[in-house]
T-cell receptor, first 110, second 115 residues
């Protein structure tokens, strides 16, 4: 089992729709969780951290479920510019090393 | 926000040559720099963690003699791919944690093509 698993997609979604995807992680000692966005041939950029209580940033909502060891990302009112690969990132226990999911590709269509 | 400057952005080299990639932290001190490699349609794979003033820690399966890492100052870490071969062609990217900020800041990446 991979340490961080994501559905690779692609998710083809019409503009304006709401889309959500999950990521599961295997290390129960993980403390930090992030969603990154990566555009083709570019470096990843932090989208948002994921807090235990869940957090929202504009159209984006992230949730953490420690019991089931997954995090989720919800995008509302999707825009064409949301098309990208979304990477789930989990720290490796208590240290700063990160484990990266392979990413979920999202394609927003007009 | 804090920036990690990575150079070169892309490089094409011949088999057997060595390539050096630099990552500089601007406006902050990076005591630790993470070096990743990403093959097409795959996740970022951590290669090694460099620590200023000490030896780098390599992940299992990464040859330390082939991927030389130097972190001589708090603002500069370098990765040298020695005797590069076509299978080393990949996207190499560095990352550092910025004190006081969430997440990690990445360099812009280096696309290495070995011919």
């Amino acid at each position: 089992r991979k340490e961080v698993e994501q559905d690779p997609g692609p998710f083809n979604v019409p503009e304006g729709a709401t889309v959500a995807f999950n990521c599961t992680y295997s290390n129960s000692a993980s403390q930090s969780f992030f969603w990154y966005r990566q555009d083709c041939r570019k470096e990843p950029k932090l989208l948002m951290s994921v807090y235990s209580s869940g957090n929202e940033d504009g159209r984006f909502t992230a949730q953490l479920n420690r019991a089931s060891q997954y995090i989720s990302l919800l995008i509302r009112d999707s825009k064409l510019s949301d098309s990208a690969t979304y990477l789930c990132v989990v720290n490796k226990g208590s240290n700063y090393q990160l484990i990266w999911g392979a990413g979920t590709k999202l394609i927003i269509k007009p | 926000g804090a920036v990690v400057s990575q150079h070169p952005s892309w490089v094409i080299c011949k088999s057997g040559t060595s390539v050096k990639i630099e990552c500089r932290s601007l406006d902050f001190q990076a005591t630790t720099m993470f070096w990743y490699r990403q093959f097409p349609k795959q996740s970022l794979m951590l290669m090694a963690t460099s620590n200023e003033g000490s030896k780098a820690t390599y992940e299992q399966g990464v040859e330390k003699d082939k991927f030389l890492i130097n972190h001589a100052s708090l603002t500069l870490s370098t990765l040298t791919v020695t005797s590069a071969h076509p299978e080393d062609s990949s996207f190499y990217i560095c990352s550092a944690r910025v004190p006081g900020e969430d997440g990690y800041t990445f360099g812009s990446g280096t696309r290495l093509t070995v011919v």
